[in-house]
């Protein structure tokens, strides 16, 4: 959450400071602004909503300077405000934040009685008043900025302009991920690579506790302990930092679209002729008799699905866990658990939380989309799930990405402890390498899902029910919804609709029964005439058979192509995401950037 951004340039910053916040707004759209040094002198702008307002107040308030940081926010401390707007400054410096400063009362008490005049209702100003009262007591930038980030808890990535300082940066992470980049005479940083894609693709990630001082012509690093440090520059691909909309209205139907490419590009990196190819770190089966999963969001629902894949087909007990309450619960990890990471950014505060506490007690695997984020880098085995960058606020491919490998890797540790023979194990693999063509197929039904949706827009609550793997999808698909449509939604297990929210339903609600052809069918046809009794309208989404067998009486029907059992839920989040985004059209809502949301969460 939040996006940063910093140039010591060459050429007037301004403008490149907002095309790189441009491609961070994904982290934020409450407010942004810009501090540049120009001469010396340090001025800045800000303006409350999307970067196009900070754009329209550049256009009548210019700002001059070759050096300069950005931001795009997502509010936590204090209203979306221009105020509260960063960059903040006090006297000779600007900074601006990503992340939560935990310990900013303490300071601000301390400051105001020093008769520090706080400007902002947020946790960052603490940073640049310590930081002036720092420079004020007689230490330069440097030592003062130093100084300043001793005394900071929780977690943060962070940029230091100082007035009368044309050609001097100061940066530090802690907790929230920050790139350098490296340029001909000049130097960037950005929270991310694809920020600063247009002007570099050579790359410097920080690591944790790491402050570095930039100049153009100079990069030093020192680690948590204060000692100089050297990382990695390396280059990165046109493929790694690629953002473009191909064509399409939105991020989130592009990357809808893209689906059964990139989930073929991910069987192609798992699977080989004739068995998988995992990185050799990967644990074996046999040695683990308990998996605990833990993700946020959308990754939660892939866990969920994955249970169904683990314990059926790899016969192992699966606990899976929102982050957020894993992490305080303090669950006891038995020796022989495998910890299961899943996150699209690999970023996400609780996550990586929950990762720490597992360390030294389990085994830690991570299913992510960003490899060189901090929840890859701290997994003991990192499997990347090759979706490509994911812009749109609303999780899509990276979910059925996360999905096709979390399927190899229950395939994987049904291999490892015996508990399919090889031509079930075959038959698996061959149902999951058929999933990009049928995933292609279902999404030939864009038209008719965009007339069920015109319908489903008029609703002010909409339930989603589904069984077995179905249901965590159903769960997920109302995610969808409710993110981006702003409809109320809930996703329940079919079997559990007659112990309560079946007294929500009337004419007046649209149920959305996620029900393939498959073992458990009948029971929720079951259910699902339970709906119809009592005038709830059903919109049944099923195979030809099931549609045929069941489809006599209920508002609408949606037919999918027929697809393995087992997997299915990989097929069914298609006509659920593209349900959400035609709904959301049809409401008017920004789809891209929903109210409210941020697609990397790195705040409690
Ligand atoms: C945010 C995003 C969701 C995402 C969740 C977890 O809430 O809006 O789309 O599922 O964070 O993010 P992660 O990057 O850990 O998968």
Redesign the pocket.
């Known amino acids: 959450m939040c996006g940063i951004v910093g140039v010591l340039g060459r050429n007037e910053v301004a403008p490149i400071i907002v095309e790189a916040l441009k491609r961070l707004e994904y982290r934020g759209y409450d407010s942004a602004g810009l501090a540049t040094v120009n001469d010396g002198t340090l001025d800045r702008r800000r303006a409350v909503g999307k970067l196009v307002n900070l754009s329209d107040h550049l256009v009548h308030h210019p700002l001059a300077g070759k050096s300069g940081i950005g931001h795009t926010r997502w509010a936590t401390h204090g209203a979306p405000s221009v105020a509260n707007a960063h960059p903040h400054q006090a006297g000779p410096v600007a900074v601006v934040h990503n992340g939560i400063i935990e310990n900013f009362r303490t300071l601000r008490e301390e400051l105001t009685a020093e008769g520090h005049e706080f400007q902002s209702d947020t946790d960052t100003e603490t940073i640049a008043q310590l930081t002036c009262k720092h420079l004020a007591e007689g230490h330069d930038p440097r030592e003062a900025a130093r100084l300043t980030l001793g005394r900071l808890e929780g977690a943060f990535a962070v940029a230091f302009l100082f007035r009368g300082e044309n050609d001097l940066m100061i940066a530090a992470r802690k907790g929230s991920p920050l790139a350098i980049g490296h340029g001909e005479g000049e130097v960037f940083i950005g929270s991310d690579a694809i920020a600063l894609a247009p002007m570099t693709n050579r790359i410097t990630y920080l690591e944790e506790g790491d402050r570095a001082v930039l100049t153009r012509g100079s990069v030093e690093i020192f680690d948590a302990e204060d000692r100089p440090a050297t990382r990695e520059a390396r280059t990165l691909t046109a493929d790694q930092t690629r953002v473009e909309k191909g064509g399409h209205k939105h991020w989130m139907a592009k990357e809808i679209a893209e689906q059964p490419v990139v989930l073929a590009d991910a069987m192609a990196h798992y699977l080989t002729a004739d068995t998988f190819d995992f990185p050799p770190e990967l644990p074996d089966f046999k040695e683990i008799d308990r998996i605990v999963m833990v ?5 939660f629902y892939a866990c969920l699905t994955a249970k169904y894949w683990f314990e059926q087909l790899a016969r192992l007990p699966v606990e899976v866990d929102v982050a957020s309450e894993f992490r305080y619960r303090e669950p006891p990890i038995g020796p022989r658990t495998l910890a299961i990471f ?7 505060a609780d ?1 990586l939380a929950a990762l720490r506490y597992c360390r030294d007690k389990a085994a830690i695997v991570s299913v992510v989309n960003v490899p060189e984020s901090s929840i890859a880098r701290e997994s003991d085995v990192a499997l990347p799930i090759l979706a490509g960058v994911e812009i749109g ?3 899509t491919k ?1 979910f059925t990405c996360q999905l096709t490998v979390l399927a190899m890797l229950a395939l994987r540790a049904a291999q490892d402890r015996g508990t399919l023979e090889a031509p079930a194990l075959a038959a698996h693999v061959a149902d999951l390498r058929a999933l990009p063509a049928q995933i292609s197929q279902a999404l030939g039904a864009e038209d008719r899902i965009a007339a069920i949706a015109r319908r489903l827009a008029e609703a002010q609550d909409i339930l989603f029910l589904g069984r077995g793997a179905m249901f965590p999808l159903a769960m997920e698909g109302a995610l969808k919804l409710k993110e981006i449509s702003y409809i109320h939604a809930e996703g329940y297990a079919s079997g559990e609709l007659k112990h309560g929210p079946i007294a929500l339903i009337d004419k007046h609600v649209p149920v959305i029964v996620l029900a393939p052809r498959d073992g458990l069918f009948d029971k929720t046809v079951s259910n699902m005439q339970e709906v119809m009794a009592r005038n709830g309208k059903v919109v049944l989404i099923s195979d030809s058979a099931g549609a045929a067998e069941a489809g006599a009486g209920t508002w609408e029907v949606l037919t999918m192509p027929r697809v393995a059992p087992v997997f299915a839920a990989i097929l069914y989040a298609i006509p659920a995401q593209l349900l959400a985004y035609h709904t959301a059209i049809a409401k008017g809502t920004d789809v891209d950037q929903p109210r409210n ?5 790195t705040v409690e």
């Open positions: 993700a946020c969001g959308t990754a899943v996150s699209q950014s690999g970023e996400t996550t606020v609303a999780s990276a949301l941020a697609k990397s969460v």
